[in-house]
């Protein structure tokens, strides 16, 4: 209970401390200052990972980073075990990310503000209309040069085990023909889910697999991703 307690403090001040660092990210912005933009909201998103992540006693080792592409987008796909995998993942990875997010997260004072400056896109799944324009919008992040985050099962399995890709989950790299790279997230839910919502330590390993091409695929290859990309993830978790 006591790390809860102190989880939950060290997040209402790392949301008063990334919400006082927004004025600067306006300022490159109006200095037209794109890349110094980017890499200003890489540094606060990656660090703020870290600083909760070390609160929570959470410590992630990460495995094959030399697969990720170091120029252009990329498509990160990877499983969804629990609350802590967006920190993880921005902690973790060597590319400026945003996700494809839960519209949840937007009622979160000051990461509303934060995500979508950083290539985050909010998704209602229980909106038809709102859910395939989002898709469009994460489609021309990746366009724009973006790196982007997708958690295919679409909810957090809140264990070990891994849940079926949404039917079409994928459909947007079809539209962009950036890299898919999965990734094999294993532990998170060990710091949240599995102790009732109470944060204990944990060690994560986070598996960076190699990039799959999309275009490079076979036809039949193509209309399988869903599972080409899915077996590539789960094998890490084996």
């Not at 909810?155 to 990734?183: C, D, H, N, W, Y």
Request: charged share 20%; glycine share 8%.
């Amino acid at each position: 209970m006591i790390r809860t307690s102190f989880f939950f403090i060290c997040f209402a001040f790392s949301l008063v401390i990334t919400g006082a660092l927004l004025p600067v990210w306006h300022i490159l912005g109006w200095l037209g200052l794109k890349d110094a933009q980017k890499s200003y909201g890489y540094y606060v998103s990656s660090n703020w990972a870290k600083f909760l992540l070390t609160a929570a006693g959470v410590r992630a080792t990460v495995k094959g980073i030399d697969n990720i592409p170091r120029e252009g987008a990329v498509l990160f796909v990877s499983n969804h075990q629990g609350n802590f995998d967006i920190p993880v993942l921005f902690s973790c990875l060597n590319k400026p990310i945003g996700f494809l997010a839960k519209i949840e997260l937007a009622k979160i004072p000051v990461i509303k503000s934060w995500m979508p400056k950083l290539g985050c896109v909010f998704i209602d799944r229980a909106n038809l209309r709102q859910s395939i324009k989002a898709i469009q919008n994460s489609v021309e992040v990746l366009k724009g040069g973006q790196s982007m985050v997708i958690f295919p099962e679409g909810t957090r399995a809140k264990g070990p085990q891994m849940g079926e890709f949404k039917k079409g989950s994928l459909r947007l790299v079809e539209k962009v023909g950036v890299p898919i790279v999965p990734i094999t997230v294993s532990g998170t839910y060990k710091a949240m889910e599995a102790n009732e919502y109470r944060i204990k330590p944990a060690k994560v390993t986070v598996t960076v697999s190699q990039p799959i091409y999309f275009d490079r695929l076979s036809k039949e290859g193509q209309g399988d991703i869903n599972s080409i990309v899915r077996e590539a993830i789960e094998k890490n978790l084996r």
